[in-house]
């Protein structure tokens, strides 16, 4: 028996004001999205927005449905929306703002099992790395440099 030990090292910022130009930009357009998401079961409001390449912003936010598991999580809203517009493009960047009508969500909020996994599938696609950013209503940012950071031994397709 061996050990196998993995670390991540994760950037920090204390608030928007850290983040460059271009970053707060992203930021605020996921909070946007944020706000209009349908979200009536979970009152939990999701936002993301996703950078290209080719200089685009392809923003979406969660979608419920009274059939719970027939809604759709913000992160996979903007990244299925981004690349079906836009097939060549490579991601960049996709940031993710959450906030809850039922209390202040003041942690950052990072993405789901299921959103990792999706997002995984395009950066090893593109064999360049997704940077991950993501927070609360309020409080730090926290950034992943590449999705599979959020995902250690990921299964991919060249597991098949
Ligand atoms: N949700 C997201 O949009 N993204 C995540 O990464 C986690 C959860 C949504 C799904 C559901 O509409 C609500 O948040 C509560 O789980």
Redesign the pocket.
Known sequence: MADLEISGKFEVFDSPLELDPEDQKLLILAEKARNT?Y?I??E?????AVLLDNGKIVCG????NAAYPS???????AIWAAISQNPDALIKKIF?S?KSVRHKVSEP????G???QTIAEYEFRQKSPIAVY?TGETGKIIKAKALIDLLPFAFNNTLL
Do not use: D, K, T, W
Request: glycine content about 6%; aromatic content about 10%.
């Open positions: 998401a979200a079961y979970s939990f409001l999701v936002g993301a936010n969660n979608q419920e809604g759709m999580c913000a992160e996979r809203v993710v959450a909020v990072s993405p789901c299921s959103c990792r993501f």
